[in-house]
């Protein structure tokens, strides 16, 4: 914090208010706004353009750079020289954790990566089509229903074991949700293998073969969660946060979270993408679809493209696309046409006047659905593996919003312009 102010004069006022002014390790400074409710105005930002919404320590995004940190450690240094689990202990501990305390934590996760039998029969209620976003939200939000004993999020104990119960079984209600759509009987996970092995592991692996998950896909499974792991103040992780701000149990507040997720211009723009490049389905087509994109007439975006944050490029793509890469050539998969039209798509686009004056560059998901493609999973599991990685991000920054002492519910204000009070005429 500084002594540094702002000065905000108001018109038919004689005097200025002061706003402190807050430093912050790295990024924008931020006016602390909140004396302005004694003077009787708010601000006014939709969307929370230029809006912090709290103070965190988790992760920073310099948009401008196409930097993005998990506690200070760069994502393409993590994605090189760590695993997710290393990750999901950096996020939620604030340190990259030493041998014996990844062994641990690790064992930790394995002691909770089983569901309850009775969750099994949820299923039963879905259609076998069901989209699996709309299993997964109403699936995590009734974990509460089978942990009544640690549902006390003033008790450290109580947020520390549902923390640890979110991101062991969010693989395994995923890879249900994939299972069930299919008529395939569920997979049990095993504690012998790690988080992103037991992932495809329980998705793909059939009763009738004792086959292993092939390393280098295992491998790709596990950048794919570092890489969607978290990602400062984004809507799903507002919506946690919101929704934690009143109390609500961290299986409620993940399940708004992947509710949110849920929307092709957030998490699902990687299932929306998949579709646009197969709508598009060859080259000869891009100049079409770019000429949509910037018909203002036509809802028709990019899908891929463009970032509220990223204004250079967004580093998870960079890795996502080197990432395709290694698979298709792990998979012999050539002459892949979407992946064909992909690259094509991102070189036109990124040489297009439109593009380079709006700074819309390609985002995390746009290489994304390719390679999840390229591993097997169907386009409607696309975001349910988003909401599996981000978990950990929504899990880290709801605990620290909720350990935050002085933390309060999130309550915005409005401009509103509706009639003024009126009588029914009788
Ligand atoms: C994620 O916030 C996060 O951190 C999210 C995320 C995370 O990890 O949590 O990074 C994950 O959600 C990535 C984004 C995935 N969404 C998409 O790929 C969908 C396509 N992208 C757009 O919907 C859009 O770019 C957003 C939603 C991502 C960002 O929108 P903004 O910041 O609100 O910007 P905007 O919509 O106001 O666009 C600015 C201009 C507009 O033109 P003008 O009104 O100024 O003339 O750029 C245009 C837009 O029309 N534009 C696009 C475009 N994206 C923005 N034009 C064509 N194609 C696009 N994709």
């Known amino acids: 914090m500084t002594n540094k102010t702002a000065k905000l004069q108001l018109p038919d006022r004689e005097d200025s208010i002061e706003l402190p002014i807050y430093e912050p390790t790295l990024g924008n400074d931020v006016i602390d706004v909140r004396p302005l409710v004694k003077e009787g105005v708010f601000t006014y930002d939709p969307g929370f353009m230029a809006t912090a919404s709290c103070e965190s320590k988790i992760t920073f995004i310099d948009g401008a750079k196409g930097q993005l940190l998990y506690r200070g450690y760069s994502i393409d240094d993590l994605a090189k020289n760590a695993?997710?689990?290393?990750?999901?202990?950096?996020?939620?501990?604030?340190?990259?954790?030493?041998?014996?305390?990844?062994?641990?934590f690790i064992?930790?996760?394995n002691n909770h990566t089983m569901v309850h039998e009775q969750m099994l029969t949820f299923f039963n209620g879905f259609r076998r089509d069901a989209h699996p976003m709309a299993i997964m939200v109403g699936v995590i939000g009734a974990l509460s229903s089978f942990y009544h004993d640690s549902l006390d999020i003033t008790n450290p104990e109580h947020r520390d074991i549902s923390g640890f119960r979110i991101i062991a079984k969010i693989p395994t209600i995923a890879a249900m949700c994939y299972r069930y759509s299919n008529g395939y009987p569920f997979v049990y996970p095993q504690n012998d293998?790690?988080?992103?092995e037991n992932f495809l592991h329980m998705m793909f692996s059939m009763p009738s073969e004792t086959s292993r998950p092939n390393k280098i896909l295992v491998d790709a499974m596990d950048k794919i969660f570092i890489l969607h792991?978290?990602?400062e103040q984004n809507a799903s992780t507002s919506t946690v946060r919101l929704a934690g701000s009143s109390g609500a149990n961290p299986f409620a507040c993940i399940a708004a979270g992947i509710a949110c997720l849920w929307g092709p211009a957030h998490g699902g723009a990687n299932e929306a993408c998949l579709n646009m490049l197969e709508d598009i389905g060859s080259v000869d087509n891009i100049p079409e679809a770019i000429r949509r994109a910037k018909d203002k007439n036509d809802p028709f975006r990019l899908m891929g493209f463009g970032h509220r944050v990223y204004k250079n490029f967004d580093p998870r793509a960079t890795v996502m696309r080197e990432t395709c890469h290694e698979v298709l050539d792990e998979l012999q998969i050539k002459?892949?046409?979407?992946?064909e039209v992909a690259m094509e798509l991102e070189k036109i686009a990124l040489e297009d006047p439109y593009f380079i004056e709006k700074k819309l560059y390609p985002n995390v998901d746009f290489y994304s659905g390719i390679v999840l493609t390229a591993l097997g999973i169907p386009k409607n599991m696309f975001t349910v593996i988003f909401?599996?990685?981000r978990a950990t991000g929504w899990v880290s920054q709801w605990e620290?919003?909720?350990?935050?002492?002085?933390q309060k519910i999130g309550r915005p204000r409005q401009l509103y312009t509706g009639p003024r009070e009126r009588k029914i005429n009788k």
């Open 107 to 109: 064992s930790r996760i």
């Open 193 to 196: 293998m790690s988080y992103a």
């Open 229 to 231: 792991a978290d990602h």
């Open 400 to 406: 620290e919003m909720v350990a935050e002492k002085n």
């Open 387 to 389: 909401a599996l990685a």
């Open 335 to 339: 002459d892949q046409p979407l992946f």
């Open 83 to 104: 695993d997710f689990m290393d990750v999901a202990y950096l996020l939620l501990n604030g340190e990259l954790p030493d041998a014996k305390e990844k062994e641990e």
